[in-house]
């Protein structure tokens, strides 16, 4: 029996997460994700996905399954249905529930993007100029990303679920264990029968870590004959997570005490809410003052209330608000802002404050406005929380550039900044080891996916130190046949 891996994205890079396997005539995908980087790259890899749009209309593809709702593992699923795919795509209804606004927002993205592409296009031959680039029509639309979510079918951690054939002669079945990776993350096992015989496959999704704030601890890994594993931080060591709740409350403490605000880039899913239980906490005993604190990010909102609703993916910090009858993303000092004018009432507030907001890189968003209006001012703090890519603003307060660009307009870097990195979803090298130890034992090989080349071979030579195991770097479109 032979199953084929047939890898097609997040393969020696970080983003587009997608791998097909076929068995016996059955096709089931793992992840349908976006490719994110350069324009021209993007267009090309987005628009040509594992199967072809004949192969989907024709029925050629029996299942998705989504590990979880990061853009990267799921933000091509509107353009697989917009190809014609009407099958079912199976993730925990947390998942479900983070993917309604999400990839609405990534469809908006692609409009505004299209949009502005055909608006310059029109202004420069208008004036005489040769035409620019032909416009981009959307990736995908919000139909197609709506169309998307009413193909999304529920399943229980733990429940073997039947993807695609039957469990007696031919055919693929799943069970998914939590990832600790994000709200509704999953390791996906997917056991593929022929003839009777079965071969296990362990897809780590992406691998998570312990004592994050908000989520339980990663399930350990499963049984399996072959791991295809992420490797994003398979070459670094983060910081440890339980420094920074202080370092978070000395930030607080000295910004207050000289009057200055608090600007916070974060990411709307996860980190904003990982923030807001954080500092819900400092306040409750009482390490900081009751400042006020302002969530302004209309796609934080709406996933900041999935956040509430999925009770079952909690651990025990927000179990103990609720324990006391409180919400550990709402009391009366946070304001959770929804239009641009109270967003822009910000400017006017002269008391120290607390304001989070997207995007997490500061390339585009509400926090561009926050910046521009706060970042000449030494009494303020610009509080980095996540990781910036090269080039982008984010990177360059990092990088503590004394000048930069915002919003078209040069400004003085005078405020303070600093970041905050250890809350990172992703396990780094010695946690990914760790977390493998489990299925180590029964694997016949290992693929590594969603890393930096650099990253992936510093890491599968200590895999196969540690180990003694073979271990693969596939690039886009290899194959492989598994027994
Ligand atoms: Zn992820």
Not at 180 to 196: P, R
Not at 326 to 354: C, M
Not at 457 to 477: D, F, M, S, W
Request: proline share 6%; with cysteine.
């Amino acid at each position: 029996m032979a199953i084929r891996l047939h890898f097609w994205g997040a393969d020696q890079t970080v983003t587009g997460s997608s791998h097909h396997i076929e068995c016996a005539g059955q096709n089931v995908l793992l992840d349908c994700g976006l490719f994110q980087g350069r324009r021209q790259d993007t267009v090309d890899i987005n628009s040509h996905l594992a199967l072809t749009p004949q192969q989907l209309a024709a029925g050629g593809l029996n299942a998705v399954v989504l590990s979880h709702a990061h853009i990267d593992h799921s933000g091509d699923l509107p353009l697989l249905s917009k190809q014609g795919y009407r099958g079912p795509i199976y993730a925990t209804p947390a998942t479900i529930d983070l993917c309604v606004p999400m990839l609405k927002d990534s469809a908006h993205i692609q409009e505004s993007d299209a949009q502005f592409l055909t608006k310059i296009n029109s202004r420069r031959s208008s004036i005489g100029m040769p035409p620019g680039p032909a416009p981009v029509p959307p990736l995908y639309t919000q139909d197609d990303a709506a169309q998307a979510c009413q193909q999304f079918k529920p399943v229980k951690l733990h429940e073997p679920q039947l993807l695609a054939g039957s469990t007696k002669d031919a055919g693929f079945t799943m069970t998914t264990s939590n990832a600790g990776h994000m709200l509704g993350s999953t390791n996906v096992l997917i056991d593929a029968i022929e003839n009777g015989q079965k071969t296990r496959l362990l897809f780590s999704g992406d691998v998570g870590r312990k004592n994050l704030p908000i989520i339980r601890d990663p399930d350990p890994a499963p049984a399996a004959d072959y791991l295809i594993m992420e490797s994003t931080y398979g070459d670094r060591l983060h910081a440890p997570i339980g420094d920074v709740k202080q370092k978070l409350a000395g930030i607080v403490q000295r910004v207050t005490a000289r009057g200055g605000h608090i600007i916070v880039p974060a990411f709307a899913v996860e980190r904003i809410q990982q923030l807001v239980m954080l500092l819900h906490e400092l306040i409750d005993a009482t390490q900081i003052a009751d400042l006020p604190i302002f969530v302004d990010s209309p796609l934080a909102v709406a996933v900041t209330t999935v956040f509430r609703n999925h009770t079952e993916e909690w651990d025990e910090g927000p179990a103990a608000f609720a324990a006391k009858g409180e919400d550990p993303f709402g009391w009366k000092r946070l304001r959770y802002t929804q239009t641009v004018h109270e967003s822009k009432a910000l400017n006017d507030l002269r008391i120290p404050f607390i304001v989070m907001s997207a995007s997490g890189m500061c390339e585009a968003g509400r926090i561009l406005h926050h910046l521009k209006n706060g970042i000449e001012d030494p009494r303020n703090f610009i509080l980095i929380t996540g990781y910036q890519a090269e080039n982008t603003l984010g990177r360059k307060l990092l990088d503590k550039l004394p000048e930069v660009n915002i919003l078209g307009e040069p400004m003085r870097v005078r405020a303070e900044v600093d970041s905050i990195d250890s809350l990172s979803g992703h396990a780094d090298q010695q946690e990914l080891l760790d977390w493998m130890a489990p299925v180590a034992p029964t694997l016949k090989k290992v693929f590594l996916v969603h890393g930096e080349l650099p990253a992936m071979t510093v890491l599968k030579a200590k895999i196969e130190e540690r180990y003694k195991l073979e271990v693969v770097c596939p690039r886009r479109g290899d194959r492989f046949e598994v027994s």
